[in-house]
Structure formats: C-alpha cells, structure tokens
C-alpha cells in the first residue's frame, strides 16, 4: 500500500505566505509473495496489510507561524512515497447458498406402447376351502296338493325295442333302383317301423321295406324309428353314393304324323302317358322301320 501524502495551505492575513509541509518518503516495494493455486472465483477477500512506511523526508523551510483561517500552518507535503507490492490473494470465501430450484418442465410426449408380453405361467390351484358348518333344518311344509294321474299302466315297465342292425341290399345303387331295407330288431309288444330321409321315397311296413333313390351323389342319410307304442329307439344308416340310373319304356301311343327335328321327338316322348313316375326329361330313340 502506498504512504498517502497531504498538503495544506494557508494563506496569511498578515500579507505573506506561511506554508508547512510534512513530506514522507515512500519506503521499498516487499517482495512478492509465494502465488497460491487459482480457487473458485469466491466473493473479493479484505484488503492486504498496508507496506512499511518510508523514511521521513527532510523538512522543508519554516513558513512562520500560521495566519488566521488556516488549517495547520505547516510547510509543503513531500511527494508521495513509493506504492508497497501487493498483498497475497485473500483465502477463497464461502461458496454461495445454493439458487431456488428450477421451474418443473412440462411434461414429454407419451412413449409409443411396448409389445404385449408374454403370458405368465399358470399358478398353483389353491386349496379346497374347509367345508362351512350345515345349516339348521327347516321347518316341516306344508304337504302339498295330489299330483295329476300316472302313465297308463300299460306301459309300467315297458322297456324300449333294442334295434340290432340295418342293412341294405347289395349296392351299386342308381336313380330310381329300388333298395330293400331290412330292420333287425326286438322289443316287448308289437313293434312297428317308420323310416325318414330325403333324396328317397319310402313303400311297404313292418322290419322291411323298399327305399327309391331319386337324386344322384350322396351320401344320403336315413333313419329308422322303431316303437311298441311306449318306447321308441332309433337308428341311423346311409347310402354312399347313388349314380344316375337312364330307365327305358316302350310307347304303345302310336304317333301317325310327321315328327320333325329330334327334339320334337323328345317332346313327344315327355308327353307320352307311359312316362314313368318322377320322370321330367326324356330322350327319343329313334329306330327307322315302316
């Protein structure tokens, strides 16, 4: 720190000038102390101690005694001393209370969904449960009212027919081709016999009748019901495939005039009255003869 210098003057009112100065010499710079490592830029450390001051200065001529007004009377201030070397850097002070905390961001864009995983084993099957206490009995009802007649005793103890097999007559089987069928079976009392299906007609009674195909491919299902007017079973059976059958007649209609082209013919022979049952399309054949 360098020496401060001050003067002061005064002006007498005696008509001459009375100065006064106290001058000091600045002393020599001191050695520069040891650089300490650079710290956090902390708040500026206190001011180093002042150097050693200087040596007086000589001073300088009396200026007499002071006029009035003035403030020391002294003589001229000698120059300033020299400035003394810096002081050490002050030790690094405290760090700083920590700042407020930020404002909360909004919040980010919802993530795309990750893939379903995987199902997990299926656990243990508990334990059964102690059974609960029984509860208390009810009282008695009421008794309630007769219920309606019984079945006809005639039936009491009539067990169902037991039908043992269904067999057709021996294949292949065609349009129109009767087809015997042939019902094993037994039972109490008498037993009687309805047989159901489409793509068929059905003629006779009893454990055998005559079933006729009426559509080609197949298979055809059919079914057979047998009962002794108490109990009923029954049994199903089919046919695989049925091929289309051409059926051929002879007309006995004479036909004395011109037929035309074949398919007048063919018309002739549809409109004919021996066209057998379920036949729609007919095909003419021709045989030249007088």
């Known amino acids: 720190m360098k020496a401060a210098l001050s003067i002061s003057s005064s002006l007498l009112v005696t008509g001459f000038l009375a100065l006064s100065a106290t001058l000091g010499c600045g002393g020599s710079d001191g050695k520069d ?4 490592p650079t710290g956090a830029t ?40 020299a400035t003394g070397a810096t002081g050490p850097a002050g030790p ?20 795309v969904a990750g893939p379903t995983g995987a199902i997990g084993a299926t656990g243990v099957a508990g334990g059964t449960g102690p059974a609960g206490p029984t509860g208390a009995t009810a009282a008695t009802g009421p008794t309630g009212a007769t219920g309606p007649a019984g079945n006809d005793a005639d039936c009491y103890g009539v067990a169902a027919p037991t039908i043992s097999a269904v067999t057709l007559s021996a294949g292949p089987y065609y349009t129109y081709k009767s087809v015997t069928v042939t019902v094993t079976a037994t039972g109490d009392g008498t037993l009687s016999y309805v047989h159901l299906g489409g793509d068929a007609t059905f003629s006779g009674t009893g454990s055998a009748v005559t079933l006729t195909p ?22 199903s059976y089919s046919i695989s495939t049925v091929a289309r059958a051409y059926r051929m007649w002879v007309s006995t209609t004479r036909h004395n005039a011109a ?26 054949l021709l045989v030249a003869g007088t």
């Open 259 to 284: 037929i035309g082209t074949v398919a007048d013919a063919d018309t002739i022979c549809e409109e004919d009255a021996n066209l057998p049952t379920g036949v729609t399309t007919a095909k003419a």
């Open 92 to 111: 690094a002070g405290p760090a700083g209370p920590a700042g407020p905390a930020g404002a909360t961001g909004a919040a980010g864009p919802t993530g």
């Open 42 to 81: 902390g708040p500026a450390g206190p001011m180093g101690p002042a150097g050693p001051a200087g040596v007086p200065g000589t001073y300088g001529f009396d200026g007499g005694a002071p006029g009035a007004g003035s403030v020391d009377g002294g003589g001229l201030t000698g120059p300033t001393g």
């Open 214 to 235: 009426t559509s080609v491919g197949g298979p055809f299902n059919f079914a057979v019901l047998v009962t002794n007017g108490c109990e009923t079973a029954v049994r």
């Open 33 to 36: 102390g040891l650089r300490g």
